[in-house]
């Protein structure tokens, strides 16, 4: 049994089919199924359950799993120590960001490390924030770009990038749209648009309305905050998104959120584990480019950075 056998068995674990983990690792699928099976005989026993449409893991696969993840953590602390002992920075890391990410000292601070530190790989993985935050629990994604409302989650160490309120967007024919400000009770009775469950701005939005006893129907959903702009410029409904997604949308009218002390929060997120020398390389990046530095999480918008998902 190699190492190589356990990544690709999580590959397949994690993304559920060979295909899919295939296209992950950049191998064959014939080769990583040929991989799948050298493992089962070499165990005496079958891992994945493929008479489905979706793969699944057996009994013992999930035992496989779990022992897996212990092995190849083991093996790339072994290797962080190693290169911190004679100070390298090399190795691979997995990078998170949300869906539709428009945050561009995120995307600054990627490739100053990448220009910094070559020898490192980096793999970005799109994803919501609920996803995300599971992900880096998990271990297998290293560091994420998440949103949140009120606070990124505390089993996380986290660096709050931006904390903006909420806002509305209407189109100038709405019934709304000669206010300055609209308070949740008004806002509910007209049709929402907003980003859909599992991003930081329908949680905000969820937030926001339990704390007055409120349940918000929204009407339509879309990934991206252009989206959901472009839907309420066609008179579709009242977009409800962070204060700086508005501001870019001149056809529309943009309202203040009043009565709800929840805000849109982005933080970048990783586990309270000691970080590897690589990791620790790229938040030196991060913190460099939000200009959070030296200091307690940021409480206002970086510069060119916005709330998304």
């Not at 050298?38 to 008479?51: H, I, K």
């Not at 609209?182 to 704390?211: F, M, N, Y």
């Not at 620790?280 to 918008?301: D, I, M, S, V, Y």
């Amino acid at each position: 049994m190699e190492l190589r056998h356990l990544r690709y068995f999580l590959a397949v674990a994690d993304e559920g089919g060979f295909t899919r983990a295939a296209a992950r690792l950049h191998v064959s699928q014939p080769g990583i199924s040929a991989q799948i099976a050298q493992l089962e005989r070499e165990l005496g026993t079958v891992l994945f359950d493929r008479s489905g449409r979706a793969v699944r893991l057996t009994e013992a696969g999930e035992v496989v799993r779990r022992h897996a993840r212990q092995v190849l953590a083991a093996e790339r602390g072994l290797r962080e120590a190693v290169d911190e002992l004679h100070a390298l920075v090399r190795g691979s890391l997995v990078v998170g960001m949300i869906m539709a990410c428009t945050v561009e000292p995120f995307f600054a601070a990627l490739a100053a490390f990448h220009r910094a530190h070559p020898g490192v790989a980096l793999r970005l993985a799109e994803d919501d924030s609920d996803r995300l935050a599971a992900h880096v629990r998990e271990g297998t994604v290293d560091l994420a770009l998440i949103g949140a409302a009120h606070r990124a989650p505390e089993d996380l160490a986290a660096r709050e990038v931006v904390n903006e309120p909420l806002a509305v967007a209407v189109p100038p024919g709405h019934p709304l749209a000669a206010r300055d400000s609209v308070t949740l009770d008004a806002l509910l009775a007209h049709p929402l648009l907003c980003l859909p469950h599992g991003t930081g701005i329908r949680a905000s939005l969820e937030a926001a309305c339990a704390e007055r006893g409120l349940v918000p129907a929204v009407a339509m959903e879309a990934n991206a905050p252009g989206a959901v702009l472009h839907l309420a410029a066609r008179g579709l409904g009242a977009a409800v998104l962070s204060a700086s997604m508005v501001e870019g949308a001149p056809e529309l009218r943009a309202l203040r959120l009043e009565g709800t002390s929840v805000r849109g929060v982005l933080a970048l997120v990783t586990r309270k584990a000691p970080p590897s020398p690589a990791l620790a390389a790229l938040l030196a990046h991060c913190e460099k480019a939000f200009g959070t530095a030296g200091g307690p999480p940021h409480p206002r918008r970086a510069p060119g950075a916005r709330v998304s998902p």
